[in-house]
């Protein structure tokens, strides 16, 4: 899989050399390439925004930067691939759910573009479009100063649903949102700590008797904390 980022700050992306994406980048799992938009800025200042149109606070990121940049990297991904999925966090977007980065972990090559300032001049979206399919994304009703750490969450969030990434791949199973529940509670030793203790069922060694607790837990967990994914 090959992920193209195009950002004012590709040292926002340093983390992603650790951990489990590090090595899945070392071992060529992951093709994960960061880029600098001002890259493909056209005058000595490397200016990728300017004053918005109808006035208003802030500045809006040019178009012109983020074509060429997306007609570069679109043209460049893995030969198989005719049209990229090109992502931009922003909060007008839709919510992004596990069910949204198996989506994507599916995919081939994406470019995600992460904006600033006041955002990206519309008629990059369309233009982006032309290109491969375009998909806008939330991490949640929120707003952030720009895309990046949006962007390094859905890289996340993707990358270790590619095979491979994650040792063993029950763990990516039994977690919150897959079956659309919020996981059980999880335990290790020692069985009492501080005056607190493991369940007794847990220690009983009868599986069926286990499975059923973290069954119940998981909707009684759900119903406490996140009663909308009931109702979904």
């Known amino acids: 899989m090959r992920i193209d980022v195009v950002s004012i700050f590709p040292s926002y992306f340093d983390g992603l050399t650790l951990s489990l994406l590090g090595k899945a980048r070392a071992t060529g799992l992951l093709d994960l390439q960061i880029h600098d938009l001002r890259n493909w800025a056209g005058d000595r200042h490397r200016t990728v925004d300017d004053t918005p149109y109808g006035g208003g606070a802030g500045m809006v990121m040019k178009p012109e930067p983020w074509a060429l ?10 030969e198989a691939v005719d049209r990229p999925t090109i992502i931009f966090p922003s909060p007008a977007g839709e919510l992004f759910r596990q069910k949204t980065a198996r989506d994507f972990a599916a995919r081939e090559h994406i470019i995600i573009g992460c904006g600033r300032y006041e955002g990206i001049d519309e008629r990059v979206f369309e233009y982006a479009a032309s290109l491969g399919e375009v998909r806008l994304v939330s991490l949640g009703d929120y707003v952030l100063n720009g895309g990046e750490v949006a962007a390094m969450a ?14 063993n791949p029950e763990s990516l199973v039994e977690e919150s949102h897959e079956d659309g529940l919020l ?11 501080r005056d607190r203790s493991v369940p007794d069922v847990l220690l009983s060694g009868n599986h069926g008797a286990i499975a059923k607790w973290r069954g119940e837990q998981q909707l ?6 996140r009663p909308d994914l009931l109702s979904d």
């Open 220 to 225: 009684e967990r759900t119903r406490q904390r």
């Open 69 to 78: 940049a997306l007609d570069d990297l679109a043209s460049s991904g893995p």
């Open 154 to 167: 859905m890289i996340e969030a993707v990358g270790r649903l590619i095979p491979g990434v994650v040792g």
């Open 183 to 193: 996981e059980y509670p999880s335990y290790t030793k020692p069985a009492a700590w």
